[in-house]
């Protein structure tokens, strides 16, 4: 019988050997056993993100925890920050900064195009910003930005480089030590292949000393980073019952990722993209994500206008694969296929294989320009 596979841009499909973690007796937050598997962990996590010199948090939550914990604990109500928008989650962060009561100054791009560091640095000419957040890999577009380019331009204007990663660390390359930025933040349930519930989040000494100094200290309690370090330290310690069964999970696909070599998974995560790429290349599609900037870890393409969910279904249940359709205004037009994790040579060719005579049995492939044009359009 044929397996069905997931294929969407997170979560992603787990091993054997992290599901029958889960599955083991239920272990004390505070048992030794537990706390030390914990601080195992968070050694494991520093190796995903090359972090050696800054602080490796992890706490229960989901991407969007990591997020806003990363606002509260760096902007004080007033500051003004820049969002660099690519997409849907850049759109996400300029709302968290602003229920958060910083002045929110935005670069918008069209959907597929990637945030420019001239541009950055032409603004950052122009005027100061505490923060600047940019996504490394939007999961809306596909598009990977350049984080090092723009993280330096942050770091030579002065202000603080928050990265989200949630769509990148550990499928698109990131070395948190050498980068230089101030926060990058991830979730487990992506290229790290753990199941949903934790976030990892990275942290320079400069802002780690800032939150110290802060002339208003950071407001959240949970949200607060400063307040989780001592736990971080010593797992021993309590703050809040962490989701016991995912931490032990994520330290198992954690070990798996060292087991396969951080650069090996980059590689494989190249290698899986461009298969896929070239294979959906013999239908008539257009690639959101301009060329050059497509992320190793998701494809988005453009289909007939209101025939994405067809196409959705059929792969479902023909070929019992799930894919993600576009997210907005883009839900009826554009299908994004996840290509991280764990996934294989032979799963990604399957994949290829269905969508190619999907498209081509619903004949609903579509060279058509992505509505809103590729001319750049940064905003003020
Ligand atoms: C780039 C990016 N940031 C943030 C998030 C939010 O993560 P979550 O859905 O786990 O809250 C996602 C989720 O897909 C994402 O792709």
Known sequence: MTESLLMIPGPTNISERVREVMSRPQQGHGSPEFTEK????????????????????????????????????????????????????????????????????????????????????????????????ITH????????????????????????????????????????????????????????????????????????????????????????????????????????????QIMLALREALLELKEEGVEERWRRHRNLAEKIREGLQRMDIEFVAEEGYRANTLTGFIVKEGLAPDVQKELRASYKIEVARGLGDYSGRMIRIGHMGILTAEQADRAVTSVCETLAKLGVAASVPVPGGRTRNPGT
């Open 38 to 133: 914990f601080g195992e962990m968070l050694k494991l996590a520093r190796l995903a993100f090359k972090n050696n010199n800054g602080t490796q948090f992890a706490f229960t939550g989901s991407g969007t925890l990591a997020m806003e914990t990363s606002v509260v604990s760096t902007v004080q109500p007033g500051d003004k920050v820049l969002v660099l928008d690519t997409g849907y989650f850049g759109q996400r962060m300029a709302s968290i900064n602003e229920a958060h009561g910083a002045q929110v100054s935005q670069l918008q791009y069209p959907l597929g195009m990637h945030a420019d560091p001239d541009e950055l640095r032409a603004r950052l000419r122009k005027e100061n910003f505490r923060a600047v957040f």
């Open 137 to 244: 890999v939007d999961t809306s577009s596909a598009v990977v930005n350049p984080i090092k380019e723009l993280v330096a331009e942050c770091k030579s204007a002065g202000a603080f480089a928050l990265v989200d990663s949630v769509c990148g660390l550990a499928g698109e390359e990131l070395d948190f030590d050498r980068l230089g930025a101030d926060i990058v933040f991830t979730a487990s349930q992506k290229a790290i292949a753990a199941p949903p519930g934790a976030v990892l989040i990275a942290v320079s000494n400069d802002l780690l000393g800032y939150f110290q100094k802060r002339a208003k200290p950071i407001e959240g309690w949970y949200l607060n980073l400063l307040r989780w370090k001592p736990i971080m330290d010593d797992p021993k310690m309590y703050l809040a019952t962490p989701a016991v």
